[in-house]
């Protein structure tokens, strides 16, 4: 059974750093992309980046690149998501996704339970 | 970059009555490329069509996906009290900006 289990909720101040993790089991971590999602309170869904795990080549949106850092340990087949420094405006629920790649395009599969960041001073 | 608009924002419906959502992109879209994920409150999304037309593993045929180019539907044919959620399109990184399914 695929399953993508991530970190427990954080609750940080403005400024601080923090990382947060998914660990991907029942299928080959490093044959898949692995992506990230974000869905600030009471909104849609926002396509972060993605990550290959095998030789973590990595793709942001633009709306991101710079702003956070996705990376992955493929000897834990664990994916990450970290800031530098955190704003409140980072504050939302974020989910790890599976990724399945068709042609140019992709979709994401299966997804973590979800991990909720609040950031607040 | 595509945009992906959803429309109707909510739908009102009764169980039993056949949903019909659309999702219409800014220019032309490969039909394998566009898919739909409903969310339940509390939940994470979950995939139910890929490819325009193909279900995922375990979703129920009520669920179907139709459409190309720029046009795209999703429709639930008998809603069950277990579809009444937010249904999203999405094409690579771009998600439409969703469509509740309410109970009327």
């Known amino acids: 059974e695929v399953q993508l289990v991530q970190s427990g909720a954080e609750v940080k101040k403005p400024g601080e750093s923090l990382k947060i993790s998914c660990k991907g089991s029942?299928?080959?971590?490093?044959?898949?992309?692995i992506g990230w999602v974000r869905q600030m309170p009471g909104k849609g869904l926002e396509w972060m980046g993605i990550?290959?795990?095998?030789?973590?080549?990595?793709r942001y949106s633009p709306s991101f690149q710079g702003q956070v850092t996705i990376s992955a340990d493929k000897s834990i087949s664990t994916a990450y998501l970290q800031w530098s420094s955190l704003k409140a405006s980072d504050t939302a629920m974020y989910y790890c996704?599976?990724?399945?790649?068709?042609?140019?395009?992709?979709?994401?599969?299966?997804w973590g339970q979800g991990t909720l960041v609040t950031v607040s001073s | 970059e595509i945009v992906l608009t959803q429309s109707p924002g909510t739908l009102s419906l009764s169980p039993g009555e056949r949903a019909t959502l659309s999702c219409r992109a800014s220019?032309?879209?490969?039909?394998?490329?566009l898919a739909w994920y409903q969310q339940k409150p509390g939940q994470a999304p979950r995939l139910l069509i890929y490819?325009?037309?193909s279900r995922a593993t375990g979703i129920p045929d009520r669920f179907s996906g139709s459409g190309s180019g720029t046009d795209f539907t999703l429709t639930i044919s008998r809603l069950e009290p277990e579809d009444f959620a937010v249904y999203y399109c999405?094409?690579?990184?771009?998600f439409g900006q969703g469509t509740k399914v309410e109970i009327k």
């Open positions: 990550i290959y795990p095998g030789d973590s080549d990595t």
């Open positions: 029942g299928y080959s971590f490093t044959s898949y992309w």
């Open positions: 999405q094409q690579s990184g771009t």
């Open positions: 220019q032309s879209v490969s039909s394998s490329y």
């Open positions: 490819g325009a037309s």
């Open positions: 996704v599976r990724v399945l790649v068709t042609g140019s395009s992709y979709y994401f599969d299966y």
